[in-house]
């Protein structure tokens, strides 16, 4: 069994949509909100993201592809 969430002061306004939207998916309030926090925590955060492209490091171009900016730059000649 999961946690136990509970969150307060949820907008009335946000309540209802969240509300609507869980019944045109065909699950309840409970099940839709879930389903939205699992996708959300799924994905990495805007910083987290900035963190693992910074960890790559810089890219360099290999020849074949300076080859085919130059070409499509001289309009493919």
Do not use: F, N
């Not at 960890?55 to 493919?76: F, L, N, W």
């Amino acid at each position: 069994m999961g946690v136990l969430l509970q969150v307060r002061d949820v907008p009335e306004e946000v309540h209802r949509t969240l509300k609507a939207r869980a019944a045109a998916s065909g699950v309840s309030l409970s099940e839709y909100v879930r389903t939205v926090l699992t996708r959300v925590s799924s994905r990495p955060a805007p910083t987290e993201l900035a963190e693992r492209i910074a960890a790559r490091g810089a890219v360099r171009p290999t020849e074949s592809t300076e080859q085919s900016v130059r070409a499509i730059r001289d309009g493919g000649e």
